[in-house]
């Protein structure tokens, strides 16, 4: 059974910095893409970052020189480092992850709530 489990969000101040963690398992996490998310009540689910199992990372604009995706295979884990946070950075920050070949099939976690808020 698939597994991804979100953690490190929380409430911070305008300018502050927050570090998601995803730890995944079930999965063979070195073969996958894995992705950042962010998503708030009635409205459609964002992509924040990519990174692939080369370690090639993409992100959306308004992430861009802000929050940096890592990964770290040997831990089964992706990264979100979030900085100079903002009030519209607030959302529920999910992890997904999907296997280099089959673009088909998502694994979502539970999600995590930042708050960015004075």
């Known amino acids: 059974q698939v597994r991804l489990v979100e953690s490190g969000g929380g409430l911070v101040q305008p300018g502050e910095s927050l570090r998601l963690s995803c730890v995944a398992s079930?999965?063979?996490?070195?073969?996958?893409?894995l992705f950042w998310y962010r998503q708030n009540p009635g409205t459609l689910r964002d992509l924040v970052a990519v990174i692939t199992s080369s370690g090639n990372t993409r992100y959306s604009d308004s992430a861009k020189g802000r929050f940096t995706i890592s990964r770290d295979d040997a831990k089964n884990t992706v990264r979100l480092q979030m900085t100079s946070l903002q009030p519209e950075d607030t959302a529920t920050y999910y992890c997904s992850a999907e296997y280099n070949w089959d673009a088909s099939r998502r694994f979502w976690g539970q999600g995590t709530q930042v708050t960015v808020s004075s």
């Open positions: 079930g999965l063979v996490f070195s073969q996958c893409t």
